[in-house]
């Protein structure tokens, strides 16, 4: 069996999508997975998958005494660190919550990996670092803004923390939009309750499970005036962790490195509701309402960084997404 990785939120929607490619590249993904924003039917997925069901341990990366009890029964490689709160309303309605979980966590994560002497993490961050860029594409190099709420604070505090962090070898992997679901439909997203992203809300919607969908504001300075974002299929995203990984065993003496994961194409709003129609061969229904609090106009990736150092590149266009997400969608009962 390959190195052995350890994978907290690893039932979650990029998660899961993660341990499935990290499977198939010859690695043994180890997963930790509080199920607070998962469900433990995500392992039948990846079986079905990969036809192995990886070892799970149902544990809080904040409880520091099951997490080195965890390091101490596997020699742990390297970990992928995806475990944290991520509803950016929620965090505005919940600072403490937010600051409590995902900073904690990730202090406690770190202190452990230093007991354990396991030096390299993958950070799951996100372009939401960036706020209402000056300019689009975005790449690594543009300057941060002001987070637009606690979430996204909680991830330019995390890169702080870990650049900060002597010990650890990390990258950072800022995240544009990840959608879709794996081909096979054994994997997918599964938001709870009403879901706050696009997609999810696009599909629930063309199930019935949602009357309509609200274009949140169309007066925007785009060309259609809906806001514009560089949507990724999980899967692409999924395989830039195993890139990560992989350049990190041939470079054990970096310290912290960002990389954008985007495709590097702008689609809006009204964009993706009309290719979700077209390449699913139906209507949707939706109206025009008033802006969101927080949205930001556009932003999308330069990712020529992560294409050149990590050798990663999305290869997914927006089709393959909105099909994948509704052939997810119609799994769900
Ligand atoms: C996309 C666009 C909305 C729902 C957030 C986080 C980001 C990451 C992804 C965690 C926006 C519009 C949405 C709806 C709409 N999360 N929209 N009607 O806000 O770009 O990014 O989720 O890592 O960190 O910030 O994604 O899917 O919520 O919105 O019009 O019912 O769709 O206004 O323009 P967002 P989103």
């Not at 974002?229 to 912290?256: C, S």
């Amino acid at each position: 069996m390959g190195k052995n990785i350890l994978v907290t939120g690893g039932l979650g929607y990029i998660g899961s999508h993660t341990v499935g490619e990290l499977i198939a590249h010859g690695y043994t993904p180890i997963i930790i997975d509080n199920l607070s924003n998962s469900y433990l039917s995500v392992l039948e997925g990846i079986e079905k998958i990969c036809g192995v069901t990886p070892i799970f341990y149902d544990t809080d990366v904040n409880d520091s005494l099951a997490l080195d009890a965890i390091f101490k029964s596997h020699a742990i490689d390297s970990v992928i660190h995806f475990a944290a709160f991520k509803a950016v309303g929620e965090s505005v309605q919940e600072p403490l919550k937010y600051y409590k979980n995902n900073i904690g966590g990730l202090i406690t994560l770190l202190e452990t990996m230093e007991a354990n002497q396991v030096k390299n993490i993958v950070f799951s961050s996100s372009c939401t670092v960036y706020g209402e860029p000056d300019h689009t594409p975005v790449d690594e190099n543009t300057p941060l803004k002001p987070a637009t709420s606690p979430y996204g604070n909680t991830k330019q505090v995390g890169e702080q923390i870990l650049n900060d962090n002597r010990f650890t070898n990390t990258i950072a992997l800022r995240y544009f939009n990840p959608i879709g679901a794996h081909h096979t439909a054994f994997l997918g997203e599964l938001p709870i309750g009403v879901p706050n992203n696009l997609v999810p809300f696009i599909t629930q919607t063309a199930a019935g499970l949602r009357e309509k969908i609200t274009v949140y504001g169309n007066t925007y300075n785009t060309p259609d005036g809906t806001c514009i974002r560089d949507y990724i299929h999980v899967v692409d995203l999924a395989k830039a962790h195993v890139k990560a990984i992989d350049y990190m065993a041939q470079n054990p003496n970096n310290h912290f490195d960002v990389f954008n994961l985007g495709t590097g194409n702008g689609n809006s709003v009204l964009e993706v509701i009309k290719c979700f129609e077209s390449v699913n061969n139906l209507k949707l229904n939706y109206t025009i309402g008033a802006i969101r609090q927080g949205d930001v106009e556009q932003v999308y990736a330069n990712s020529s960084k992560a294409n050149n150092i990590l050798g990663w590149k999305a290869e997914l266009n927006l089709d393959v997404m909105l099909y994948s997400a509704w052939k997810w969608q119609l799994t769900l009962n």
